[in-house]
Every structure is written in C-alpha cells, then in structure tokens.
C-alpha cells in the first residue's frame, strides 16, 4: 500500500462545475495536510493546508479532512480552465523521530471550456 | 520576501559524470528538503536538512549526497550519473523545525543524462 494515494486521473469537468479531487492515506498518526496545485512545466505551489477535521475553505477551494477514516479530498468550486493543473496531496508522516512531508503522485485536472 | 532559487535551472550531463545543484531557501527558513520528480514516479524524497544536519533521508542509492551550509543554503550532489537520474529535481524550504510544516518549492533544476 501506498502511504499516499490519489488516482492519478486525469479528471475532466465542465467549465463552472464543481471538481473533487481525493486522497487517502496509511499513516493513522498523521496530523497535517496540504494541497500543492503544479502546472505542466512548473513547480508545485502550496494552495491549503488543513489540519483539523471538517471543512477549510479558501476561496473557491474547500479542503475536506476526515482523520478517521484516513481521507482528505479538495473541492474546487466553478471551475475555469486556468485550474487545469495537477494536484498533489501531501501528509506529514513521522520518519525516525522527526517529520517528514510524503506526497501522493497527484491528480490531474482538466477543464473543459 | 524572495522566494526559494535554484541553480542551475538546466543541466545536460553525461552518464559517470557527477553534478551538484544548488538551492537557497526564503530568508529564515532553515529547513531544506530536495526531491526528485519523474512522471511515472511522482516527486521522491530524497533528503531534508535542518541546521546543517541531515534529518531524514529517502530510499535513494549513495551516490546521492547532499549538504546544507550555515546560511541554511543547501547543495545536493549526484556522482556517477545514470541515465534514469534524468528528472526535475526540486528544492523546498520550511520554516518548521520538525520537519512537517508548510513547504515552499524553487523552480527547480531539470537535468538530462545522456
């Protein structure tokens, strides 16, 4: 098993509609998370941090965290074609006594205009 | 505030050679975390420094080395180049002092093997 999964797509959607973008987990003990967004050719750029169960939202992102059940997803609402990237969940899983940052290998995303 | 550079951005080398890449992290961060990214493998971590101390180290052969300098820039050097070390190899810094904080990436260097 993975320590991060995420399909890795890509996920199409209509302009305006509402994209969710999942990922699961293996470390139970972990505590924060992030959704990095990288266009092609760029590097990824850090879009939220959630660390408490429930709901973040940002703009038009919302970031879903359920610890329980080892899952957090990222809802982009009205998507536009400008969110046509690949998303990377990344967990902070402990490592040797300190803490290190895995990422998932990343959705990609198009809207379709 | 500046964000975090890498040089070189591109690099061409060829198989047994060996190249370092060089990273600056934002002003205050201290620690410095590279990554190597291929499609089919997604970003690998390859090691992370924390106040000249490496502190965490990912499954990569020895011929991956790296250093952090006490104005918390950082070099990773590669010796003995193979051609599947061709990849885009990324620099991230953070404030945190444990290791998992929010990480900020450079541009990142992209190096072909030939």
């Not at chain 1, 924060?32 to 973040?56: A, C, T, V």
Request: glycine share 12%; with cysteine; net charge positive.
């Amino acid at each position: 098993q993975k320590e991060v999964e995420q399909n890795s797509g890509p996920l199409s959607v209509p302009e305006g509609a509402i994209a969710s973008l999942n990922c699961t987990y293996s470390d139970r003990g972990s505590q924060s998370f992030f959704w990095y967004r990288q266009y092609s050719g760029k590097s990824p750029e850090l879009i939220m941090s959630i660390y408490s169960n429930g709901d973040k939202e940002d703009g038009r992102f919302t970031a879903q965290l359920n610890k329980a059940s080892q899952y957090v997803s990222l809802l982009i609402r009205d998507s536009q074609p400008s969110d046509s990237a690949t998303y990377l969940c990344a967990v902070v899983m402990n490592s040797g006594g300190y803490q290190k940052v895995t990422f998932g290998i990343g959705t990609k995303l198009q809207v379709i205009p | 505030k500046a964000g975090v550079t890498q040089t070189p951005r591109y690099l061409i080398k060829t198989r047994g050679q060996q190249v370092t890449l060089s990273c600056s992290p934002i002003s205050g961060h201290r620690s410095v975390s590279w990554y190597q990214q291929t499609p089919g493998q997604g970003l690998q971590f390859l090691f992370e420094y924390f106040s000249e101390t490496q502190r965490n180290k990912g499954n990569f052969p020895g011929r991956f080395s790296g250093r952090q300098f006490s104005n918390s820039r950082s070099e990773m050097n590669v010796s003995t180049l193979e051609l599947g070390d061709s990849a885009l190899y990324l620099c991230a810094s953070s404030r945190s002092g444990t290791g998992g904080g929010e990480q900020y990436f450079g541009p990142g260097t992209r190096l072909t093997v030939t």
